[in-house]
């Protein structure tokens, strides 16, 4: 017997205390409900529990959004209902004015109550916001990729070619994010080549249907002379809400001359020229030439300072008798329709022009007698005569330069017939250019400095973009998103801002315009339609994903209460036991005591 160690009573207490471990633990459980209250209870399932909380977490995040995003859709949606409606009133409004029983003064009542609900169509797509957010008058475009594509070139010998002259025609609609530039180069040896150059890119993607950026086509004509290198850069530059319409520039450059846009590389000696967009805002191209700089004069083209508003005058000389100049302001509700063909007649100051008889005419006087003539006299003067083939005439160039200092000056005579019903464009160049201005539809600008011989073509097609949207997190996780598209419903973009049925308004067009405003709009409501129901089919499936990955959860970290009851009474009893146990063992040393009497 020994009584240094009481093994009985230690390995009792060993015991007893992980019956206690045990009934703490129980304990626990029962309390929190939770099988998993600390690591140590099971560190895998505890990972395991702690991720599917946080995305249990994120999807009832995600559903809420997803109630916002519906939300969003029907006050949009609401807003495009009135606007419906109010279209519908003015188709209605236009119906009645195409009546012929209605006299001038009726047709300008009604004319008042459409311009009243055009107004009220602008005023909903201002005000029309969720949270502060616009939601009918958002009309931006972002490029999402600009593919490039390799130029097939064909080498041919035509005749010597002595200046670069190049055509862009473009139609876009949008907003641009940053300025970009289309670079073609071509470069000639000695030997005179004409190249045709052929460049497609990656059709253009067009999300919610507006005309734009779908129809752009550059159409890029160049000619090319010996010994010339030649960048051409075209520049698409960032504006507020531009309304592009048809433009062709046409533009050349003799030797080692170099055009680009407004953020191309050289100095600028001048302005070459400027196309004109719908809203208001000019862009320029800047002109440089390394083997003769100079400043390039001004054209006939005016700014109000300040104000958004470019106002370009032309003059109009037909050969049946009319004349007219012609102020079309760029910023108008009615610029668009007002555009005509003109023609601009500009001779050096120190020239003039007479008619057939030899009576003088100034600058834009009418042509009065079919066919008619012009005769032209100058002294001392550069003056190159235009005649751009926009009409179907044939082109054709007179150039006189001023002599050289210390020889003889030299007087010029110069005739022009116009047939009768003809019109012709003509420009006066003064020294570097000559400005050709023929409008129908599109803008037709042309600068010459010399002979055009050979010609280089590049037709170029693209420009990928998205519209405006709105992402709404769909999902607890990165990029789960559905994105919702924002439009601009204002009457200017919906193209009913000048509905009239009065003179000079065309009813027949305004009801056309109604139309097509109408059809839009549905467009536009049938697509917030479709994703109002795909929102609602979402949210009912991210709901289903957290109820069913809450119970994955529940079954990893919630305790099952019968089991721990089971337990707990189990570790109470041997709790008790082991107590009782403890106390014998304490008991069983005594014995010696016994020996020790004896």
Known sequence: MRISHNLPALNTLHRLNQNHRSTSNSLAKLSSGRRINKAADDAAGLAISEKMRSQIRGLNQAERNIQ??????????????????????????????????????????????????TEEINSISEKTQFNTIGLL??????????????????????????????????????????????????????????????????????????????????????????????????????TDDPEFEKNQIIYSVGRNDTIFGPKGFGNAYGSLL??????????????????????VPAWDFMRFPNTDISITRYRTVTADNSMEITYVITNGDSSDAN??????????????????GGNPIASGTQITTPPSTFHMTGTDANADIIFNDALGLPPTEISVDNPTSGQPRINFDWDLSVPQGGSITLGFHYGPFSLNVDVFERTRETVVTQQIETTVLTDITDIDYTTKTLD????????????????????????????????????????????????????????????????EHTMNNVGNVALNMTA??????????????????????????????????????????QLLKS
């Open 472 to 535: 709404i997190q769909a999902g607890a996780n990165e990029g789960e998103v559905i994105s919702i598209p924002l439009f601009n419903v204002s009457s200017q973009k919906l193209g009913i801002a000048d509905l009239g049925v009065s003179p000079p308004a065309i009813p027949e067009k305004a009801l056309a315009q109604a139309d097509g405003a109408i059809e839009r709009i549905l467009n536009y409501r049938g697509l917030y339609g479709a994703m109002q129901n795909r929102l």
């Open 274 to 295: 400027e196309y004109i967009e719908v809203n208001g805002n000019s862009r320029e191209l800047i002109y440089t030439s390394r083997s003769n700089p100079g400043t």
């Open 68 to 117: 916002d995003g519906i939300s969003l859709i029907q006050t949009a949606e609401g807003g495009l209902q009135e606007i419906t409606d109010i279209i519908k009133r003015q188709r209605e409004l236009i119906v009645r004015g195409l009546n012929d029983t209605l006299t001038d003064n009726d047709r300008q009542k009604i004319d008042q109550e459409l311009r009243q609900l």
């Open 552 to 593: 994955a959860e529940s079954r990893i970290r919630d305790a099952d209460m019968a089991k721990e009851m089971t337990s707990l009474t189990k570790t109470n009893l041997l709790t008790q036991s082991a107590q009782a146990m403890l106390a014998q063992a304490n008991q069983h040393p005594q014995a010696v005591l």
């Open 339 to 356: 555009i005509k063909l003109q023609n601009m007649v500009n001779p050096p100051s120190n020239s003039t022009i007479t008619d057939g």
């Open 137 to 238: 008058s958002v009309d931006h475009v972002i490029f999402a990729d600009r593919s490039s594509s390799n130029i097939d070139v064909s080498v041919s010998n035509p005749s010597p070619a002595t200046s670069v002259q190049t055509i862009v025609e473009y139609k876009p609609k949008g907003t641009l994010p940053e300025e970009r530039h289309l670079v073609r180069s071509t470069d000639t040896t000695d030997t005179n080549h004409s190249y045709s150059n052929t460049n497609s890119t990656a059709s253009i993607v067009l999300p919610d249907g507006r005309e734009g950026y779908n129809e752009r086509n550059v159409d890029i004509l160049t000619t090319t002379k010996t010994d010339t290198n030649v960048s051409v850069y075209e520049t698409l530059t960032p």
